[in-house]
């Protein structure tokens, strides 16, 4: 058996057996546990203004405080507790007024930090949440239509059975029509189970995201600057790249960790243009090879963090055709955020084993595919600065300025020796992208930027100019 496939096994077994020693403790007798302690709170913490919170706090005569009612009185902390600083959210310099207290209900879960959040093991009952965005793209050098366009609709919903077993799923409407005349769809982004046993470890299994990348994991179009997501979450890493899985998570202090065992790509979909995108399995998932992926967080200091993931899994599913191919990922991103500044950055490498092999099946039955690289490489830095930060608005509001230079090369290392087949030309891409981001309340961005991108061929040069409106609740 390959090793890859003896890990995912290994990952498997003891998932089950960790929800089979797992007791659950037994009820308290109090109809409301007490809020959680600022000791029981760990790495940085951000202390919410009276203002911020959404349920007030008790009479000073009563002798007890009364019991909230309804989920979004269960979401909202107490007016002395802490919140810690693990969501990326907060992972940033967010004025404390401008954060509210239901950004941490239950609906928002593409992230492990609301799990193991300990105010969503006391909510009951269904949360309903959502993101979208509209966006116009023009062409400034009349290279194609202006394209206006409702990109996405998405909503999600959150339920806890009980205070350990929690439900997550999120639905998504591309361009406004699904029909076979449209190139609209609809599809399941993500469903997923959590056992929560301890903090420090704890059980998912069902589709999510794949741990990979900043914006791949938190694809929300208001959360990140300019209109479209940077050219390594599109030509390296597959953003959103969702999947089967199963394994575990959890925090000890400001180190937060995902392992999980999941099904592999499939190499005939991969391409000279976008590397292994065309690869993801969607629906009818083939299981003949699985891999393993993984993730570790910290979050030394407020407003940074630090991020190292990787991805091992054999991609031939079985065809004799394709070789023994196996994909690796490895990729590091990192955020820092403070008076105003903002610097984000981030560097994925993608190495393909028996990209040969692969190449002589591709220029049999899709020669427009190949060649496929043995290595892509991509990577931005990002540099930001709100303009409304000297004004402290009790809002809020902010106005980022910002600047992204972003590099992907798909055809990093080609084996083009022993076809005689030559590297193809024009995907050793530049971006230039500089913009605003304008955000009048939290969960709402308008944006606009200005992006000129050229590959390594003369006159490829294109300009576009973006604009969006985002939104999430």
Known sequence: ???????????????????????????????????????????????????????????????????????????????????????????????????????FSLARESQIDVSLDPRAAGQRGATLGGYGEVTLNVPLD???????????????????????????????????????????EIAVEQMIIDFTIRRYFNVRAGMTIVPINLVNLFHEPSTFNGVERPDVDVYIIPSTWKQLMVGFYGAVGALRYQLYATPGLRAEGFTAATGIRGGVQGNLTKTRDFGVTGR??????????????????????????????????????????????????????????????????????????????????????????????????????????????????TQLDVPEAQLGVPRAGGFDRSAYVTGLTFKPIFEVAVKCDYTYRHSELAGSGTHLADFALAYQF
């Open 1 to 103: 058996m390959p090793p890859s496939r003896r890990l995912a096994a290994l990952l498997w077994v003891l998932s089950v057996s960790g929800l089979t020693l797992w007791q659950p403790a037994p009820a308290a007798a109090q109809p409301s546990p007490p809020p959680p302690s600022h000791d029981t709170a760990s790495g940085p913490v951000i202390e919410l203004p009276p203002e911020a919170e959404a349920a007030p706090s008790p009479p000073p005569a009563a002798p007890a405080p009364p019991t909230p009612k309804g989920p979004a009185a269960d979401a909202a902390p107490a007016p002395e507790e802490s919140v810690p600083l693990q969501s990326p959210y907060l992972v940033g310099d967010q004025p404390r007024r401008a954060i509210h207290a239901r950004l």
């Open 142 to 184: 009349r290279s194609g239509p202006a394209i206006a366009d409702l990109r996405r609709t998405v909503l999600y919903v959150g339920y806890n059975f009980t205070d350990h077993i929690r439900y997550f799923a999120e639905i998504e409407w591309e361009h406004a029509f699904t029909s076979s005349d449209e190139k609209g």
């Open 296 to 409: 570790l967080d910290y979050a030394p200091l407020l407003g940074m963090n630090l991020g190292l993931s990787g991805y091992f899994a054999g991609a031939s599913q079985g065809d004799p055709n394709l070789g023994d191919t196996r994909v690796a990922i490895a990729a590091l991103d990192g955020r820092y955020s403070r008076a105003g500044f903002l610097v984000r950055a981030q560097l994925s490498y993608v190495y393909i084993d028996h990209a040969e092999k692969l190449n002589q099946t591709l220029a049999l039955i899709n020669p427009a595919a190949g060649p496929v690289a043995r290595q892509l490489l991509g990577g931005y830095l990002e540099v930001g600065y709100d303009l409304l930060q000297s004004l402290h608005l009790r809002s809020g509001m902010q106005l980022a300025a910002f600047f992204r230079y972003d590099r992907t090369n």
